[in-house]
Each structure stands twice: as structure tokens, then as C-alpha cells.
């Protein structure tokens, strides 16, 4: 009923609880939390997934939020967050998954003078940037970007599909983006077959801190999502944000809520 260390094991039955530890998660990822990465049929037995993952030594159980997830977060139009609520979960913040159809999407003209303003480009990394790209990563985004950005460029062998923001050469910044045929298709890419065929996804991305404030991150955005166009994406998500407007302004519009849980397994 309950299973540490791998979320994807079933063995056919109609009930089952799968918890992930960290031990399955990315360097650095906190070690007093443990996931409830699907639940089937036994919400009325999680008292005993408590005392088990409490007798582990975790502190903390969330709904979601794994590496390498089902669901990101709990659906906030699900009729079980009641239930969720009284078995002792607290409600966090909000989060959205975003779609668009990327068809005869076009940069911004002004994204492009943004760029040519600040020597800055936007183009695919090459495998030979993987050690440059991780150093960059390291600085600015470590923990499970850098993990999930490597582990593409190095085992997965598509570095291709990283898009990077470099100002006078140097990478400032990062887009990592899936498409139809990605050996691993993770975070918003899960929801690929209902994006239907020519399926884009893009998240996470960023900028270093140094290059924030000069409007580099929709130039960014615009050149990631135009290269996403012009290989072949239609439907296109990005997924677990907060940026609701930021991304508005691009055309994307909400199609799924979440909210965070998290149960206190000390109280």
C-alpha cells in the first residue's frame, strides 16, 4: 500500500498510495520531505500513510511537487479537497499550467532590437556547452534546474532543446523546452497526449540576476517560443507557475489550477 523510492510501480490493484522519498529526488532536495505522488481509493486510510512516513523520519508529506511527478500539485476543482483539508493538510498557494497554440508565432520585432541592443542572442546549446551551461546553472539556478537541465543536455543527449540567452557571449540566462520525441518527457509535458499532436513544452527558464530588469527575459521568452514554432510545435504548455500575466502577454491562457498541500507529520 505504501511504496517508498518509486512512484511508478502498480501492481494492478484499484487501491494504492505511492510516496516518493528523497532519495529519489535531485541533489539537494529537502531531506525531511516526503511526496504522496498518487492516491487511489484509500483516502480513508491515510492516517496509516502518516504514521508510516512519520516512523521514517520525514517531517513533512506534500501533495505532489516530486521530481519527475504525476501531479504537480492538488487540482483545485477537485471535489476531495475537503476531504484533504480534514485529514490535516494546510492549503498553500496557487499554480497554473498556461497553453497556447503556437502556430505563425513571430518574435516581437522589439524582442529582436531588445536583443541586438544588449549584444545578446538566444540560440540552441550545443553539447559541447554543457560544461559552461553548468557552471551557469550552479551560480544561478541550482537545485532541481540545474539537475533537470543536465540530466537533458548530458544523459538525455538534447541539448539542442535548451535554449541559451548569452550577452557578449557569456550564457545569462536559459530556456529548457520538450517537443514530440523527447526521451523523457517531464513536468508540463506530462499532459502531452491531451496537447495532441506536435505537442511544445517550455519550463523551466530564467535569467541571472545581473541581466534582470532590461526586459531580457520576454526577449528571451518570445525567441524560445518562435524556435518552438518554427520546429514544428502546435499546442503548446508551460507548466506550475505563478506568472499568470507575465505569460499572458504572450498569448498563453490558463488551463489547470493547483494548490500546494502540506501535512505537518510532527503535530
Not at 520531505?33 to 512516513?53: I, K, P, S, W, Y
Not at 502556430?103 to 522589439?110: L, N, R
Request: net charge negative; with cysteine; proline share 5%.
Amino acid at each position: 500500500m505504501l511504496l517508498l523510492e518509486d512512484a511508478s510501480w502498480w501492481d494492478g490493484n484499484d487501491r494504492f498510495v505511492a510516496v516518493k522519498s528523497p532519495a529519489t529526488a535531485y541533489p539537494g532536495a529537502p531531506p525531511d520531505r516526503c511526496h504522496l505522488a498518487a492516491c487511489v481509493g484509500v483516502e480513508e486510510t491515510l492516517e496509516e500513510v502518516f504514521a508510516a512516513c512519520a516512523a521514517m523520519g520525514f517531517r513533512n508529506l506534500v501533495f505532489g511537487m516530486d521530481h519527475d511527478h504525476i501531479w504537480p500539485g492538488f487540482p483545485k476543482d477537485d471535489d476531495r479537497l475537503a476531504q484533504m483539508v480534514m485529514a490535516g493538510f494546510q492549503v498553500g498557494s496557487d499554480h497554473c499550467d498556461l497553453e497556447r497554440d503556437l502556430c505563425g508565432f513571430q518574435a516581437p520585432e522589439s524582442c529582436r532590437d531588445l536583443l541586438a541592443q544588449h549584444r545578446a542572442t538566444v540560440q540552441p546549446a550545443a553539447q559541447d556547452d554543457a560544461e559552461a551551461l553548468d557552471s551557469f546553472l550552479a551560480r544561478s539556478f541550482p537545485g532541481r534546474w540545474r539537475h533537470d537541465t543536465m540530466r537533458k543536455v548530458v544523459e538525455d543527449r538534447e541539448a539542442g532543446d535548451i535554449l541559451l540567452l548569452r550577452i557578449e557571449g557569456d550564457i545569462q540566462g536559459f530556456a529548457f523546452t520538450q517537443r514530440e520525441g523527447a526521451r523523457r518527457p517531464i513536468g508540463g509535458a506530462i499532459w502531452r497526449r491531451s496537447l495532441g499532436p506536435s505537442w511544445g513544452a517550455l519550463g523551466p527558464i530564467g535569467i541571472a540576476e545581473q541581466a534582470r530588469g532590461k526586459g531580457l527575459g520576454d526577449a528571451l521568452l518570445a525567441s524560445t517560443l518562435q524556435t518552438l514554432a518554427h520546429r514544428g510545435s502546435r499546442r503548446t504548455i508551460i507548466d506550475w507557475t505563478t506568472l499568470e500575466d507575465f505569460y499572458g502577454r504572450h498569448g498563453f491562457v490558463p488551463t489547470r489550477r493547483y494548490l500546494t498541500l502540506t501535512k505537518d507529520l510532527t503535530a
